[in-house]
């Protein structure tokens, strides 16, 4: 008799383990951690992103010719750099694509071998790079970008640089929460 009970007892800790942690292979998650589609609509990651990207692009007025090129580089991590993150890559993907949305001529620099690319970093531009790249692209603007963790936020510079002459044609400063989402963009737990 205690074995049966013994055994029931772990057949349904089993079974609520299974149903909590996606043993049985179905997409079950935990209501503890799943997100909605109605959550993931309502995130502002993506909107702030391109709030950032049209204050650029309102900062810079007729200094830009939506007819020449605008390459974008990853974000880089203040403290380091030549290092970045899938939150450096995801933002200068959203930068990038809210100015093509905007009508500009953007080039996309995964497809191109004469940038500094970094395996899992992304696109950085090294300063020395910015004018050589541009030249090759006929690029009249290089956005770069750098990021600043703390405890409850991550700090986000934006530049539009004119590469001739290193000129800075426009620039925003935003922050963005330090929600879980974010956490795991930028490789912490």
């Given at each position: 008799?205690?074995?049966?009970?013994?055994?029931?007892?772990?057949?349904?800790?089993?079974?609520?383990?299974?149903?909590?942690?996606?043993?049985?292979?179905?997409?079950?998650?935990?209501?503890?951690?799943?997100?909605?589609?109605?959550?993931a609509e309502s995130n502002e990651f993506i909107p702030t992103n391109q709030k950032a990207a049209n204050a650029l692009i309102?900062?810079?007025?007729?200094?830009?010719?939506?007819?020449?090129?605008?390459?974008?580089?990853?974000l880089a991590n203040i403290n380091a750099l030549e290092e970045s993150s899938p939150f450096g890559r995801i933002v200068a993907e959203q930068v990038s694509g809210q100015f093509t949305r905007s009508g500009y001529a953007m080039v996309e620099m995964k497809f191109r071998d004469r940038v500094f690319i970094k395996q899992n970093v992304g696109e950085?531009?090294?300063?020395?790079?910015?004018?050589?790249?541009?030249?090759?692209?006929n690029a009249q603007a290089v956005i770069v970008g750098t990021y600043a963790e703390s405890?409850?936020?991550?700090?986000?510079?934006?530049?539009?640089?004119?590469?001739?002459?290193?000129?800075?044609?426009?620039?925003?400063?935003y922050?963005?929460?330090?929600?879980?989402?974010?956490?795991?963009?930028?490789?912490r737990r």
């Open positions: 008799m205690k074995r049966l009970a013994l055994a029931i007892g772990c057949g349904l800790l089993l079974s609520a383990c299974a149903t909590s942690l996606n043993l049985g292979g179905s997409n079950t998650v935990s209501s503890s951690t799943a997100m909605s589609w109605k959550d309102t900062g810079a007025g007729s200094a830009l010719d939506k007819n020449r090129p605008i390459i974008v580089a990853t950085l531009l090294l300063t020395r790079e910015i004018k050589d790249v541009a030249q090759t692209h405890e409850k936020m991550v700090f986000v510079n934006l530049k539009l640089i004119r590469p001739g002459d290193n000129i800075v044609l426009s620039t925003y400063d922050a963005v929460p330090m929600d879980r989402t974010v956490k795991s963009l930028l490789g």
